[in-house]
């Protein structure tokens, strides 16, 4: 009943509605038409939801139809499967009989062929490191591809295979001990590559122009060394370029490399001087001063000490000696007493004194100082290694072993300079010594002769 009423009160006011509409001069909306299209939507809906059901229908059965013969396939696929593991199993038995069956015919020669794998690799990994290689390149892929194919599978290597290996080892011994001659290319150290003859020196060097070169075993190059050792090993590699076939001296790397490798990265004279840096210089810069003094004095005093030599041996006194200028005060002072001429010869002797130390002190402080600035270069060195270490850590031996050496470089030739200036002030105090000896010697006879003439007197 509430539900009659409800829908008469939705109908009154949409009668209302539509009439308050129509007296607006607004379109009404019709309602049979309304319904009609109510009708036939849910007519429509009710079409394809029939045809939604058929089809699903229709695809349950074909789904039904695969599941079936996907159950069928799996049933036969278990079946084949246990079949092969059958078989599988059958055949593991089988392989293990035949192998135990060929260990038993092959016996010793198994022992040999697997000697001939490890002797196929080894001697192909000598063969990549060998400079042979540069004159003979491609020996290693047959004796690789054979430790492969024995290492891989069951193959067994032929006679031929055998005797290629053992061919080829001998052939490397046999060249290990020749000197020859071949062209190849040879990457210069201006990274230009020039087709040159090379000098093979056994299995140790390689050699041309007066030059010795590098092997590169992975890219399969040869090279100049940047950086060549010292003269002497050069001057061999000319002797042996130029020799026509008899014995020379010749610097080689038994090594095969190694050692001249670390030959070379040594570092030369300059270099050290300059791993001294700014104390360093300091010191072969005083140094300098103090030879060249010490040597312009020592040839002063050479030839002051020569024409001393000479006025002994003159009665004529002259001004270009301390003593011929110390006798000329005898003559100065002819009528003084014996007190008053050993005054005046002391003082002319005091007076030639500074001549001939002149400079003598700063050689001398040349050689107490250099060492001391050696130990400054030093300390700072070793200062400035710690601080590396604090740094990147002890790890690496090469970070400590470079800076000590460079620190110790300063104490090198803080000694190198005091022990020549050292001797030469020892030397150049001497010779004054000895002329100032002279010197006095000489004025105690004038005073001896002065003071006899007055007691005669």
């Given amino acids: 009943m509430k539900k009659l009423v409800k829908n008469i009160s939705l109908a009154v006011v949409l009668s209302f509605t539509a009439t308050a509409s129509l007296a607006q001069g607004e379109r009404a909306l019709d309602l049979d038409a309304l319904l009609e299209q109510l009708e036939q939507g849910k007519f429509a809906q009710s079409q394809q939801n029939e045809a939604r059901e058929r089809d699903f229908m229709q695809r349950r059965a074909e789904q039904d139809r695969i599941l079936r013969e996907t159950v069928a396939q799996r049933d036969a696929e278990l079946g084949t499967s246990e079949r092969l593991e059958t078989q599988f199993e059958e055949n593991e038995f089988k392989i293990a009989d035949l192998r135990g069956a060929l260990d038993n015919r092959l016996g010793s020669l198994k022992e040999l062929f697997g000697a001939l794998q490890n002797s196929a690799g080894d001697t192909k990994t000598k063969f990549n490191t060998s400079i042979v290689s540069a004159q003979i390149p491609g020996r290693g892929e047959f004796l690789e591809e054979l430790a492969q194919q024995m290492g891989n599978s069951s193959k067994l290597a032929s006679i031929e295979e055998i005797e290629q290996v053992w061919y080829e080892i001998q052939r490397e011994m046999t060249e290990g001990g020749k000197v020859t001659k071949f062209n190849v290319d040879v990457v210069e150290a201006d990274g230009t590559k020039v087709n040159k003859e090379v000098t093979r020196?056994?299995?140790?060097?390689?050699?041309?122009?007066?030059?010795?070169?590098?092997?590169?075993?992975?890219?399969?190059?040869?090279?100049?060394?940047?950086?060549?050792?010292?003269?002497?090993?050069?001057?061999?590699?000319?002797?042996?370029?130029?020799?026509?076939?008899?014995?020379?001296?010749?610097?080689?790397?038994?090594?095969?490399?190694?050692?001249?490798?670390?030959?070379?990265?040594?570092?030369?004279?300059?270099?050290?001087?300059?791993?001294?840096?700014?104390?360093?210089?300091?010191?072969?810069?005083?140094?300098?001063?103090?030879?060249?003094?010490?040597?312009?004095?020592?040839?002063?005093?050479?030839?002051?000490?020569?024409?001393?030599?000479?006025?002994?041996?003159?009665?004529?006194?002259?001004?270009?000696?301390?003593?011929?200028?110390?006798?000329?005060?005898?003559?100065?002072?002819?009528?003084?007493?014996?007190?008053?001429?050993?005054?005046?010869?002391?003082?002319?002797?005091?007076?030639?004194?500074?001549?001939?130390?002149?400079?003598?002190?700063?050689?001398?402080?040349?050689?107490?100082?250099?060492?001391?600035?050696?130990?400054?270069?030093?300390?700072?060195?070793?200062?400035?290694?710690?601080?590396?270490?604090?740094?990147?850590?002890?790890?690496?031996?090469?970070?400590?072993?470079?800076?000590?050496?460079?620190?110790?470089?300063?104490?090198?030739?803080?000694?190198?300079?005091?022990?020549?200036?050292?001797?030469?002030?020892?030397?150049?105090?001497?010779?004054?010594?000895?002329?100032?000896?002279?010197?006095?010697?000489?004025?105690?006879?004038?005073?001896?002769?002065?003071?006899?003439?007055?007691?005669?007197?």
């Avoid at 001549?355 to 600035?373: D, Q």
């Avoid at 270490?389 to 005091?418: C, E, H, N, Q, Y």
């Fill in 201 to 457: 020196v056994g299995t140790f060097a390689l050699v041309a122009d007066g030059k010795y070169l590098d092997y590169n075993s992975t890219t399969g190059t040869v090279s100049e060394l940047l950086r060549q050792p010292a003269d002497r090993f050069l001057a061999s590699i000319v002797d042996l370029e130029n020799s026509n076939g008899e014995a020379v001296a010749f610097g080689l790397d038994p090594s095969r490399g190694s050692i001249l490798r670390l030959l070379v990265q040594a570092p030369n004279l300059e270099e050290r001087i300059h791993q001294g840096e700014l104390v360093g210089y300091i010191i072969i810069a005083v140094g300098i001063v103090g030879i060249v003094v010490a040597i312009w004095r020592f040839f002063a005093l050479m030839m002051i000490s020569a024409k001393v030599k000479r006025q002994l041996k003159s009665d004529t006194f002259s001004d270009n000696n301390p003593l011929g200028r110390v006798m000329q005060v005898r003559d100065k002072y002819p009528n003084a007493d014996t007190e008053a001429l050993e005054l005046h010869l002391t003082e002319a002797i005091l007076g030639e004194v500074p001549k001939l130390s002149r400079f003598l002190v700063l050689v001398k402080m040349i050689s107490v100082v250099a060492p001391l600035g050696g130990l400054l270069g030093t300390v700072t060195g070793m200062i400035v290694t710690f601080q590396q270490i604090t740094l990147f850590g002890a790890g690496d031996p090469k970070i400590m072993a470079g800076g000590i050496s460079s620190a110790l470089i300063t104490t090198v030739l803080g000694l190198v300079v005091a022990i020549p200036t050292s001797l030469l002030y020892a030397l150049l105090n001497t010779q004054s010594k000895n002329i100032v000896s002279i010197l006095q010697e000489q004025a105690a006879g004038v005073i001896a002769e002065r003071a006899e003439r007055a007691e005669r007197a």
